[in-house]
C-alpha cells in the first residue's frame, strides 16, 4: 500500500534509538562514556547542548517518542543531518517534557513519521527545569539544610490535578558534599520555602557552612520507529 | 477509500470500527472515538513540526502573573496541519539566584486544578477567528505527551497566517505554562522525507 507515494511502502524492521542517560546538575562534570549516544555524560550545570545520538546504517523512521527522568526538562530537537541542522520548532523553543515525550505504556505519537538518515546524528539542546546545585549550610545530627547560594531550592509543585501541592522535590535525592541524602516527603517537611529544607534523616557528614549541594536530573529520551531499507530511502 | 486497520467489536460486518495500533496504548479499541475523520495517524508526505506556545518555562520571564492573561501569536512560516495539542503548567516561585529579600522567599508554591483559561485566536488575511466561544480550561482543552489531544480533523494553518494562544492564568500564583500543536508541515522538498506524490 503506497498511500500515494508512488514508491514500494516499505514497513521497517523495529528498532528503538535511545539518547543518554546523562545528568544535568550533577555533583560532577564526567565526560560521555558513549558519545555516540551521549551515555554517562553529566554536568554541573542546568543545560547541555548538541547531545547526539548516532544513526546506524540505516535510515530511521521515528514514529513514536519516549523519555524518563528525574525532573521534567526542556528540549530543542534537530536533525544534524537534515544540512542546516533542522530544528522540529521553527522558533528555536525548547519544548517542555509532558508536553512531547510519553513512556513505553502510553507513548507519544508523531502525526507524521520522521525519517532520519543513516548515519547521520540525532541532537538536541536540553534544560533541566527541576534540579540546581549551590551551596548549603549543614549541622551535624540535624536534617535542617539551608540554602547558602547558587540555585534556589525548588518550591515548585508537580504540575497537573493528580498531585496539587506536591513539592517536586519531596522524596527527591540531593548531593551534599558528595553524600547522597534524601529529601523528606512527609507533610509539611522537605522543602519548607527556598532557602530552607528537611531531610528524611539526619545529616552525618562535618559541620559546613560552604557545603556543596546538587539535586540532579537524569535524562533518559528514546526514539521508535523502525528501520529502512536503504534502497527505499527517499531522497 | 479510507485507510488503516480494521478491528470487529462484534464480529460481523455490520459492526466494524477502524482503529490505530498507534493510539492502542492510548485508548485501546475506543481509540476510534479519537481518530481524525479522513486521516489515520501518521501519514506521511509531511514534516514533522512543532508549534510551541510558551509562558515561562522557555523564557521564564513570560510566566504568567496571578490571574492575569498573556498572548502568544506565532506566524506559520508554512502551510502547517495540526494534529494534536498539548500542554503542561506549573505554580512556580521567583527564579532568584542571589540571597532574595526575606520578604521574597517563597513558601512551596501550591497548585491549581484548572490551572488556566485557553482560547486559540487564528487570523487569516486580517481576519481573526476563535477556536472556541469562550476560554475554555486546560483540560478539556489540551492533552499531554502521553494523551495528547487529537483534533477530530487536522486544523490547516496557512503559510503566514498567525495563530495567537491567549491564556489567563486562574491562580493567585504565578504560573509557568506551555501549550504544543504537534503536526506537519508541507515542506518535503527542503528535508528528504518520504513524499506524498
Given amino acids: 500500500m503506497c498511500e500515494g507515494t508512488g514508491a514500494a511502502w516499505d514497513p521497517g524492521r523495529e528498532f528503538t534509538y535511545e539518547m543518554g542517560p546523562f545528568t544535568l546538575n550533577a555533583p560532577a562534570a564526567a565526560a560521555a562514556s558513549n558519545p555516540q549516544n551521549f551515555a554517562g555524560g553529566a554536568t554541573n550545570l542546568a543545560s547541555l547542548q548538541n547531545v547526539s545520538c548516532q544513526v546506524g546504517n540505516y535510515p530511521f523512521r521515528c514514529m513514536f517518542v519516549m523519555s524518563r527522568s528525574t525532573f521534567p526538562f526542556s528540549i530543542l530537537l534537530t536533525d544534524a543531518g537534515s544540512g542546516s541542522g533542522r530544528s522540529f520548532v521553527p522558533q528555536q523553543t525548547q519544548v517542555h517534557s509532558e508536553n512531547m515525550f510519553g513512556t513505553a505504556r502510553q507513548l507519544t505519537p508523531w502525526p507524521t513519521p520522521y525519517v532520519f538518515q543513516k548515519n547521520q546524528n540525532i541532537t538536541a539542546n536540553f534544560t533541566d527545569l527541576g534540579g540546581a546545585t549551590g551551596v548549603c549550610s549543614v549541622t551535624n545530627g540535624s536534617p535542617d539544610v539551608t540554602w547558602i547560594s547558587g540555585g534556589l531550592f525548588n518550591v515548585n509543585t508537580a504540575f497537573g490535578p493528580p498531585f496539587p501541592g506536591v513539592s517536586l522535590w519531596a522524596g527527591a535525592s540531593i548531593n551534599i558534599a558528595g553524600v547522597n541524602y534524601v529529601i523528606s516527603s512527609a507533610a509539611g517537611s522537605g522543602v519548607t520555602s527556598q532557602t530552607t529544607l528537611i531531610l528524611a534523616a539526619n545529616y552525618a557528614g562535618a559541620t559546613s557552612a560552604t557545603a556543596a549541594f546538587s539535586v540532579s536530573n537524569t535524562i533518559r529520551v528514546a526514539f521508535k520507529g523502525v528501520e529502512l531499507a536503504n534502497s527505499t530511502s527517499s531522497s | ?197
Avoid at chain 2, 24 to 32: C, D, G, I, L, P
Avoid at chain 2, 43 to 69: K, M
Avoid at chain 2, 97 to 115: D, E, K, M
Avoid at chain 2, 181 to 188: I, L
Wanted: hydrophobic content about 35%; overall charge negative; aromatic content about 10%.
Fill in chain 2, 1 to 197: 477509500m479510507e485507510q488503516g486497520l480494521i478491528f470487529s467489536r462484534s464480529g460481523t460486518r455490520q459492526r466494524l470500527y477502524r482503529v490505530s495500533p498507534l493510539l492502542f496504548s492510548q485508548y485501546q479499541t475506543e481509540n476510534f472515538r479519537f481518530l481524525p475523520r479522513v486521516r489515520d495517524l501518521p501519514e506521511h508526505g509531511l514534516v514533522t513540526r512543532f508549534y510551541v506556545f510558551d509562558f515561562g518555562y522557555s523564557n521564564p520571564s513570560s510566566q504568567i502573573a496571578p490571574y492575569n492573561t498573556a498572548y502568544c501569536p506565532l506566524q506559520l512560516g508554512r502551510d502547517f496541519l495540526a494534529h494534536t495539542v498539548t500542554a503542561t503548567y506549573e505554580s512556580v516561585g521567583p527564579q532568584v539566584l542571589t540571597a532574595p529579600p526575606a520578604a521574597l522567599i517563597s513558601t512551596t508554591a501550591p497548585n491549581v486544578s484548572p490551572g488556566f483559561l485557553v482560547n486559540f485566536l487564528h487570523t487569516h488575511n486580517g481576519v481573526q477567528r476563535q477556536w472556541s466561544n469562550k476560554s475554555i480550561t486546560d483540560q478539556e482543552s489540551t492533552g499531554d505527551g502521553m494523551t495528547p489531544l487529537i483534533l477530530r480533523d487536522p486544523a490547516l494553518l496557512p503559510q503566514g497566517d498567525t495563530i495567537t494562544c491567549m491564556i489567563q492564568n486562574l491562580a493567585n500564583v504565578t504560573l509557568a505554562a506551555q501549550i504544543v500543536f504537534m503536526g506537519g508541515e508541507f515542506d518535503t522538498d527542503s528535508y528528504p522525507q518520504e513524499k506524498a506524490s
